[in-house]
């Protein structure tokens, strides 16, 4: 076994991410950044770098499971969910259920819960539940926690930036309990081939699979497949697409903004 691949081994072991399910370029670019930071020539001396210093793992795991993101991240699309799939999800039930995968530090799904909550606001007869999920718990303790900086929050507008969140010392920001209720956080491998929940209307999986092979970003497309209604919607991240092997299961929606519906 060659160097890397013996890291490899020694990373799904210690770490539990299971790099094969990765694109090997990906993973290559996520070590060098490490190997970059703790001043090790090699994927050798790298891994003997990581065997002996377990405070390497936790740093390891966040550059492999990279958690870059911001509220209201790509504003068109959150603008046609807030204006056509909402509603019209609305307009067939009493209960929406919205499974945001891959939801990093928080701040997608409580830019859903946000838009939930103006339309509830005008629909008291409607809930809706928002199932956020991520592989990765320190990303998920952050997004709990829901402080957010003055960066992360630059699409948020004036008015929504008053009505749900508080202002704190630091000059960061806490989003308001009516925020967070709507928002059940979750630790989930989306390798794992089974759903967070079935009968969802919605399923958002944005920037997630970029880093996926074509096998795996294919077997997701079937999984959120089973996981949705009859005609829920699927909404992908802007550079992300459907493989030709599943194509058949979605059709488009509004394609400029990646949003498909469940195929009958
Ligand atoms: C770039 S963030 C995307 C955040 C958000 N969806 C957005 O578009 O702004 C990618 C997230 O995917 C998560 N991720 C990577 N592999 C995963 C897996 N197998 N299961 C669940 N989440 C995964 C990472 O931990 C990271 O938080």
Redesign the pocket.
Same mark, same amino acid.
């Given at each position: 076994m060659d160097g890397f691949a013996s890291l490899l081994r020694s990373i799904e072991r210690l770490v539990g991410f299971k790099c094969s399910n990765y694109k090997e370029d990906y993973i290559k670019r996520r070590i060098l950044s490490r190997m970059r930071l703790t001043n090790t020539a090699d994927y050798e001396a790298y891994h003997k770098y990581l065997l002996g210093n377990p405070q390497e793992i936790d740093p390891l795991r966040n550059a492999l $499971?990279?958690? #870059? $993101?911001?509220f209201f /991240?790509d504003p068109e699309v959150f603008e046609v969910l807030r204006r056509e799939v909402l509603p019209d999800l609305a307009r067939h039930k009493k209960t929406i259920r919205i499974w945001c995968? !891959?939801?990093?530090t928080g701040?997608?799904p409580y830019s859903i819960a946000i838009l939930a909550h103006e339309l509830t606001a005008l629909r008291r007869d409607v809930n809706v539940t928002v199932y956020a $999920? =991520?592989? =990765?718990t320190g990303?998920l303790q952050k997004a709990m926690a829901g402080i957010y900086d003055e960066k992360a929050l630059e699409n948020v507008d004036r008015r929504r930036l008053r009505k749900h969140f508080i202002s704190r010392d630091d000059g960061t920001f806490e989003v308001r309990s009516h925020i967070r209720d709507f928002v059940k956080f979750r630790q989930? =491998?989306?390798?794992s081939g089974v759903p967070i929940a079935r009968y969802l209307d919605a399923v958002t999986c /944005?920037? #997630?699979t970029i880093?996926f092979t074509e096998k795996q970003k294919n077997e997701l497309a079937r999984l959120f497949y089973s996981a949705l209604t009859a005609d829920g919607y699927y909404i992908m !991240?802007k550079t992300e697409y459907l493989g030709r092997e599943v194509e058949h299961l979605f059709t488009p929606y509004n394609i400029a903004q990646k949003i498909l519906r469940k195929a009958a």
């Amino acid at each position: 076994m060659d160097g890397f691949a013996s890291l490899l081994r020694s990373i799904e072991r210690l770490v539990g991410f299971k790099c094969s399910n990765y694109k090997e370029d990906y993973i290559k670019r996520r070590i060098l950044s490490r190997m970059r930071l703790t001043n090790t020539a090699d994927y050798e001396a790298y891994h003997k770098y990581l065997l002996g210093n377990p405070q390497e793992i936790d740093p390891l795991r966040n550059a492999l $499971t990279i958690n #870059v $993101t911001k509220f209201f /991240r790509d504003p068109e699309v959150f603008e046609v969910l807030r204006r056509e799939v909402l509603p019209d999800l609305a307009r067939h039930k009493k209960t929406i259920r919205i499974w945001c995968a !891959g939801c990093a530090t928080g701040e997608e799904p409580y830019s859903i819960a946000i838009l939930a909550h103006e339309l509830t606001a005008l629909r008291r007869d409607v809930n809706v539940t928002v199932y956020a $999920t =991520d592989i =990765d718990t320190g990303a998920l303790q952050k997004a709990m926690a829901g402080i957010y900086d003055e960066k992360a929050l630059e699409n948020v507008d004036r008015r929504r930036l008053r009505k749900h969140f508080i202002s704190r010392d630091d000059g960061t920001f806490e989003v308001r309990s009516h925020i967070r209720d709507f928002v059940k956080f979750r630790q989930h =491998d989306l390798m794992s081939g089974v759903p967070i929940a079935r009968y969802l209307d919605a399923v958002t999986c /944005r920037n #997630v699979t970029i880093y996926f092979t074509e096998k795996q970003k294919n077997e997701l497309a079937r999984l959120f497949y089973s996981a949705l209604t009859a005609d829920g919607y699927y909404i992908m !991240g802007k550079t992300e697409y459907l493989g030709r092997e599943v194509e058949h299961l979605f059709t488009p929606y509004n394609i400029a903004q990646k949003i498909l519906r469940k195929a009958a």
